[in-house]
């Protein structure tokens, strides 16, 4: 049976405007009436991207940062408008985007903990049912009623990591979209912890797509990779063949800046 189709992107073009603030004082308009600066320039960020996604794929987005990654996840998310280009989705989403956004140092760990479930949509009696669940996940029981501003900063990461991962699962979405959200931070043990989890996430059924610089979970969990350079897609395919190519591309590209440095240094002593 032929599964459904998730995501759907047709010619997605998005431009930023740069060298200009829209929210301007009334001195600083004066000034650039006076200045006369130059006027508003546009760059293009995402040009003609297309693809779609069905039920239960998992696709990931490699390249450098600036290239395009994280505002197509955006878009998908709803985020931002693509200024051309249609979009379609079927089903709830959920866009992660590094956990830890919404915790304020001021409050405890338990006030922190409702507040985050809440931001991530979960009711505060699912919050209570799923509450000691999340506290022994992050290894912090001790310091429930402890304020974060007291917390290290491998303390935060365990904390966060474990209120994200927890809620996701209780929302179950049918598209699930990963912006570099499992970085440094925790000791080893907890990352192996963490990752474990996220991989039953990954496993669950739901539409993924996986944003990271991490080739090596790019060949563990997805099914296709895209490679985005300067807002196009310019490879795509098998995670493999994909991340190969990739690590390639840019082995070389050291190589050559390595031997244009080597090449200058050597002109300026025998100058």
């Excluded at 990931?60 to 955006?74: A, D, F, P, Q, V």
């Excluded at 304020?147 to 474990?162: C, E």
Aim: hydrophobic share 35%; aromatic share 8%; charged share 30%.
């Amino acid at each position: 049976m032929e599964k459904e189709i998730r995501i759907e992107l047709k010619d997605i073009v998005k431009k930023f405007s740069i060298g200009y603030s829209k929210n301007k004082s009334a001195l600083e308009k004066a000034l650039s009436f006076i200045l006369r600066k130059e006027p508003k320039k546009k760059f293009l960020v995402l040009d003609n991207i297309s693809f779609t996604a069905k039920a239960g794929e998992n696709i990931g987005i490699i390249g450098r940062n600036g290239s395009g990654k994280s505002t197509l996840l955006r878009i998908i998310a709803g985020v931002y408008i693509a200024d051309k280009g249609k979009l379609k989705t079927n089903g709830q989403i959920v866009y992660l985007t590094g956990f830890g956004q919404g915790l304020i140092p001021k409050l405890t760990m338990r006030e922190n903990i409702f507040l985050t479930g809440s931001i991530m949509g979960l009711s505060q009696s699912d919050i209570k049912k799923r509450f000691k669940e999340i506290v022994e996940f992050s290894g912090l029981n001790e310091y429930v009623d402890t304020r974060l501003q007291k917390f290290s900063s491998g303390m935060v990461v365990r904390l966060a990591t474990s209120i994200g991962l927890h809620c996701i699962s209780y929302k179950n979405p049918d598209i699930l979209l990963i912006d570099e959200v499992l970085g440094s931070g925790a000791d080893i043990d907890f990352r192996k912890k963490a990752l474990e989890k996220m991989e039953q996430l990954l496993k669950g059924g739901a539409t993924v797509i996986l944003v990271s610089h991490n080739l090596e979970a790019i060949k563990k969990y997805c099914h296709r990779v895209f490679w985005i350079h300067k807002g196009k897609i310019i490879k795509q395919g098998n995670p493999k063949k994909i991340t190969e190519s990739y690590n390639s591309h840019f082995k070389k590209q050291r190589a050559l800046r390595k031997k244009r440095r080597k090449r200058l240094f050597s002109n300026q002593r025998n100058m």
